[in-house]
T-cell receptor, first 115, second 112 residues
Framework: EAQVTQNPRYLITVTGKKLTVTCSQN?????MSWYRQDPGLGLRQIYY???????DKGDVPEGYKVSRKEKRNFPLILESPSPNQTSLYFC??????????????FGDGTRLSIL | DAKTTQPNSMESNEEEPVHLPCNHS???????IHWYRQLPSQGPEYVIH?????VNNRMASLAIAEDRKSSTLILHRATLRDAAVYYC?????????????WGAGTKLIIKP
């Protein structure tokens, strides 16, 4: 089954404790992206990757890091989480970045609470 | 930034058609109109997209105004499983990134 898998689905942690949210897709997609969703704000893009070893900032990249060492994986890293990063996070992928005709496939989300 | 405007919420009866409107008056010529929906506790799910012509697929129909400044998502026969937040989004180019610009969406309530 074609899917985008995120782990963990839920995490409660404390300020400053490094954490990683994993994202994996099995569709051989080139383009992957991370979003955060906050009430009343819709989804905002954090980082995106056009292909292996190619990443770039989205609209709200502060406090986050990403890497793309393999095509299927795109982890989101919070080196020193803070309470304002409490949010619902989604990973998404699509076949090609440069084709705006391509729909994105989303994971089921990761709810992070930073105390 | 390209933006869309949708009603906050809409109600419809089960097994009746639903027309979800969207305004996007600042759309540019190369922006695709995408619709996604988000069911409770799930990630967004692609519904349909189009550029200029009306589009149909197994989930819905998309009617695009001639001037492209508005569009309407049509669910032909809503069921309780269609209750979700529906997002009308422009897939727009910003520098080298094709980006989905998300609004707050329309919460669709289906009454049995």
């Amino acid at each position: 089954e074609a899917q985008v898998t995120q782990n963990p689905r839920y995490l409660i942690t404390v300020t400053g404790k490094k954490l990683t949210v994993t994202c994996s897709q099995n569709m051989n997609h080139e383009y992957m992206s991370w979003y955060r969703q906050d009430p009343g704000l819709g989804l905002r893009q954090i980082y995106y990757s056009m292909n292996v070893e190619v990443t770039d900032k989205g609209d709200v990249p502060e406090g986050y890091k990403v890497s793309r060492k393999e095509k299927r994986n795109f982890p989101l890293i919070l080196e020193s989480p803070s309470p304002n990063q409490t949010s619902l996070y989604f990973c998404a992928s699509s076949p090609r970045q440069w084709d705006s005709n391509q729909p994105q496939h989303f994971g089921d989300g990761t709810r992070l609470s930073i105390l | 930034d390209a933006k869309t405007t949708q009603p906050n919420s809409m109600e419809s009866n089960e097994e009746e058609p639903v027309h979800l409107p969207c305004n996007h008056s600042t759309i540019s010529g190369t922006d695709y109109i995408h619709w996604y929906r988000q069911l409770p506790s799930q990630g967004p799910e692609y519904v349909i997209h189009g550029l200029t012509s009306n589009v149909n697929n197994r989930m819905a129909s998309l009617a695009i105004a001639e001037d492209r400044k508005s569009s309407t998502l049509i669910l032909h026969r809503a069921t309780l499983r269609d209750a979700a937040v529906y997002y009308c989004i422009l897939n727009t180019q910003a520098d080298s990134n094709y980006q989905l610009i998300w609004g707050a969406g329309t919460k669709l309530i289906i009454k049995p």
